[in-house]
């Protein structure tokens, strides 16, 4: 990162309760006065010595000594007080038990470092509340109801994935959650927990049991596993955040809005290149959600029990009530005169058979009278509606109003019996495959393959249009299409036990022609999900992914040709709309930063003119990441930057690995982050193009020039530059990172060493590690510097929120790179010439990113604007540091065959404290 100046040094926060660094001068630090920036560092000092004091207990005098000299020293350097070589003493006298405890020590403190983030809404998303929104579409004429009209045809959804980049084990996450619970307490002003504990001994209690607790993994996670770790976020975070959510926006504004948010999953339905992920583990997901959401509900309707003890002596109730009552089965003479809890005791009862039928398991408090299943979830909701009319009928009042029923009622409306909608997703590869010998076997088409885009269409369209199936229970299939087969059945038999709403959508992965998506309905259509004959209907839609350049310039042509088949224009009207999937990893991957956001807007832009030429609506799903080279940064900015028309209320995003983690670990942080997606959505809608008719092709015309010159320059170094493969793969941990146990899904499609094979998560987590982060800015200071109309440059900054957008994430990622630590991991490549020679054009080029970024932004450094940002960025970076000096160690002597299991142990730890000092690292 070049010179560091104390006037960029990062605020020292100790281990030891004394400290270093107490005269610094506060002064030179910008923005040091924030209110944010101060209470955050008093925490993380707080937290930072409780640390220290327990390494000191569990860990010996001598040992937190030598981890203090370390940590100490590199604040300094920091600071411009010491040099590189006063950190290194301290390395190299560390014995590996002591590196593997300096590792674990620094990787907690940067947990602790998150933690107080959290708390003080550092990583919430900064887009304001609902209320917040509504007064500034009100300054430009919106009022608000014209925005509960878009919300009650809105449809936002955050959609959880098992994707690998979480790298802390869910014990550790637990641990921190408990001291996150503990530190609001303390904020309160509280210095007893319930229990009688004194908070700062409760806080250290469980501090040291992080310390005490294994934070790797020992077994690679199963499917399974992923289900649970997310059924665990909604089930202790979006059921008990959303109802109240709801409730608070119902006041603001003024009205009940239909339930808009809504929670998606894609765990346990995502098989694009993981074969672990089968028919089980589809109803295992299934199954689970439902088990989890019913058990909710039967524990607030006992709660509700308790409370409506209304007597029929003192109150009326409407006939609805008291025929709930009568059919209830509860004959108690104890509670003959209170009809509401008798109704519920009936509620109870059947809502009790249903868990029993949904689970094959009786619920942890069985019923105390017989009844039927509810069929569905909405015959509960009409119960719940009926007891929610009386009350409000009958009693009125502060008994009408809100209350324990009104968010039951949201909950059933938001989650169903299902919880979380959960998406299919395959490759079109796979269906391809699947297709072909189901034509062949049932003698319908000996080689589909080997026919013409036009000629397949025609074939699958006139197999749809008709009844018969082409699956044969008397005929051998190979293990592919059986597999396949068995999903779809999977399928079909949820809709029947969950409803329709626990499976909507199936993602067809590198879509690129009409017949990928027929392929899916004829699948679809063998397990009854597809009508193509009498009255047409689509029980699951099918939903085309776009991931590289091509893809996504083409996805216009696509979408048209689809859209023009009059059995499809049937199906989307009856929909209301038809979903699109845009995939920033991928792209990013294949063209670069820069060349990828940009072509991302392009293709939905152009999407949406087809789609309007069409008359149906379009729904963008949008596959964004953690890091920034796949999609990540603020979801908020990301929305608000979407092309003008494009949004109209409807959008849905991936929350994956360790943003699930920053964005929902708490309640406090779900509900902010929550609420700011759907303020982003409601401006995003409704506010007008911030981009004039006149200013529209110029700001174009330039990002096209720009975007082309820097998929040039990522294309030659990444895919034309003859051994940059073998650089990549020995200057990053690359293959260590495969070894972590951190997901369930293979690192690589296939056995190839090929950059176009690899996953774009291991590609981008790689760099992260190594400090280079070279996906989310290469190329773009090539751009930069070949455009010469700076001052062109700096109007579609001042003016358009995508390319302010696209740069914040670009300054970001530059922030938490540094070229003099990724040196030292180029020293690895065993060939010195190729890796000077490589990594000398990628020096270079960070070097004209960094430059170019801050001329055209008029910065002296990078995120002078963004000085919370720059606070946290700052506080993190010596202690992330010389855990890269270490890791590149371990590395040396891992790669050189040594067998000490420490090193391997150390080297993991390594990883897994990057990234969490990193946050976004993939």
């Not at 070589?85 to 190299?92: A, F, K, Q, T, Y």
């Not at 104890?334 to 008798?342: A, C, M, Q, V």
């Not at 009498?534 to 099918?542: E, L, P, T």
Request: with cysteine; charged share 25%.
């Amino acid at each position: 990162m070049g010179q560091r100046s104390a006037s960029t040094a990062p605020d020292p926060v100790c281990f030891s309760s004394s400290g270093t660094g107490g005269n610094y001068d506060r002064k030179q630090k910008l923005m040091a006065a924030s209110t944010l920036v101060i209470s955050q560092n008093a925490d993380v000092r707080f937290l930072g010595k409780l640390l220290g004091d327990v390494i000191r207990e569990y860990g010996g005098e001598a040992l937190f000594r030598r981890i203090e000299y370390i940590r100490a020293t590199s604040v300094d350097r920091y600071r411009g007080v010491a040099e590189v070589r006063g950190v290194e003493p301290g390395l190299d006298a560390l014995s590996l038990d002591e590196t593997i405890a300096f590792v674990r020590s620094f990787m907690l403190f940067s947990m602790l470092a998150n933690l107080a983030e959290d708390l003080h809404g550092s990583q919430a998303e900064q887009g304001g509340d609902l209320a917040a929104a509504l007064q500034r579409l009100a300054a430009i004429g919106i009022d608000v109801h014209q925005s509960v009209a878009l919300l009650n045809r809105a449809l936002i959804v955050p959609v959880l994935t098992a994707h690998p980049t979480e790298v802390m084990r869910k014990s550790m996450l637990d641990h921190r959650n408990r001291i996150a619970l503990m530190m609001r307490l303390r904020d309160a002003g509280r210095t007893e927990t319930a229990e009688g504990e004194l908070i700062e001994h409760a806080i250290a209690r469980q501090i040291a049991l992080l310390w005490r607790t294994r934070a790797l993994r020992r077994e690679r996670l199963y499917v399974t596993d992923e289900v649970e770790a997310a059924l665990a976020y909604m089930r202790d975070i979006f059921l008990p955040v959303l109802p109240p959510l709801y409730a608070r926006w119902e006041r603001i504004l003024k009205h009940r809005p239909r339930s808009f948010l809504r929670l998606g999953s894609w765990i346990g339905g995502d098989r694009d290149g993981n074969p672990n992920v089968t028919a089980e583990s589809l109803q295992l997901a299934l199954g689970r959600a439902s088990q989890t959401v019913l058990a909710d509900y039967l524990e607030r309707l006992h709660a509700m029990g308790a409370e409506l003890s209304i007597s029929n002596e003192l109150a009326s109730v409407t006939k609805a009530v008291d025929r709930l009552a009568e059919e209830s089965g509860d004959n108690n003479p104890t509670r003959r005169d209170e009809p509401y809890r008798r109704a519920i005791t009936g509620c109870y009862a059947r809502l009790a058979a249903s868990y029993k039928k949904l689970t094959g398991r009786t619920p942890p408090r069985p019923a105390s009278v017989s009844a039927e299943a509810y069929p569905d979830a909405e015959s509960l909701r009409s119960d719940l509606l009926a007891l929610e009319q009386s009350l409000e009928t009958s009693s009125r009042g502060w008994l009408g109003r809100g209350g324990a029923l009104a968010r039951l009622i949201r909950a059933v409306e938001t989650f169903g019996f299902h919880l979380a909608t959960l998406d299919l997703r395959q490759n079109s590869d796979v269906h391809a495959r699947v297709v072909t010998e189901l034509l062949q076997v049932a003698g319908v088409e000996a080689d589909y393959q080997a026919l013409s885009e036009s000629a397949r269409v025609e074939l699958l369209r006139r197999e749809l249009a008709g009844e018969r199936l082409l699956a044969s229970p008397f005929a051998s299939y190979g293990a592919e299409t059986l597999s396949e087969l068995a999903i779809v059945r999977a399928a079909a038999r949820g809709h029947e036990l969950y409803g329709p709403a626990c499976i909507t959508t199936y993602v067809v992965s590198k879509c690129d022609s009409v017949s990928d998506l027929l392929e899916v309905n004829i699948l679809l259509k063998e397990a009854g999900l597809y009508r193509g004959h009498g009255a047409r209907r689509a029980s699951i839609m099918v939903v085309p992914l776009f991931e590289t350049i091509g893809d996504l310039k083409n996805s216009w042509q696509i979408m048209r040709d689809w859209l023009s088949l009059p059995e499809v224009a049937v199906i989307t009207s009856s929909h209301g709309y038809q979903e699109v999937m845009v995939g920033y990893s991928d792209s990013n991957k294949d063209g670069g930063y820069l060349t990828s956001v940009w072509s991302l807007h392009e293709a939905t832009r152009t999407l949406a003119e087809v789609f309007e030429q069409h008359g149906t609506r379009m729904q963008v799903f949008h596959g964004r990441g953690g890091a920034v080279g796949r999609g990540g940064g603020s979801s908020v900015a990301a929305i608000r930057a979407q092309p003008h028309g494009t949004v109209n209320g409807r959008i849905r995003i991936t929350e994956q690995g360790e943003v699930i983690a920053a964005k929902y670990a708490t309640t406090e942080s779900a509900r902010a982050n929550l609420e700011a997606m759907t303020s982003a959505t409601l401006m995003a809608s409704l506010e007008g193009d911030s981009v004039s008719a006149r200013d529209r092709p110029r700001f174009a015309a330039a990002m096209d020039a720009l975007s082309q010159a820097a998929f040039r320059a990522y294309r030659s170094l990444v895919y034309e530059t003859e051994g940059f493969s073998t650089v990549f793969r020995q200057m990053t941990p690359l293959q260590e990172i495969a070894e972590l146990k951190i997901g369930s899904r293979p690192a690589s499609r296939t056995s190839s060493d090929r950059i176009e094979d690899l996953r774009a998560i291991p590609w981008v987590f790689s760099w992260a590690q190594a400090r280079v982060m070279l996906p989310g800015w290469y190329g773009v200071g090539h751009a930069l510097r070949s455009f010469s109309d700076t001052v062109l440059l700096r109007e579609m900054v001042e003016a358009w929120p995508f390319l302010r957008a696209t740069l914040d994430n670009l300054e970001m990622v530059l922030s938490k790179s540094d070229m003099s630590i990724a040196a030292r991991y180029a020293s690895l490549v065993q060939d010195r010439a190729l890796a000077e020679a490589i990594f000398g054009r990628i020096r270079d080029g960070w070097s004209a990113t960094h430059d170019a970024l801050l001329a055209v932004t008029g910065q002296s450094r990078l995120l002078q604007e963004h000085p919370a940002l720059d606070a946290a960025i700052r506080l993190r970076l010596p202690y992330i540091e010389p855990l890269n000096w270490l890791q590149v160690e371990l590395l040396k002597r891992h790669r050189a065959g040594e067998k000490d299991a420490r090193i391997r142990e150390g080297l993991q730890l390594s990883i897994n404290a990057i990234a969490t000092a990193l946050r976004n690292s993939g």
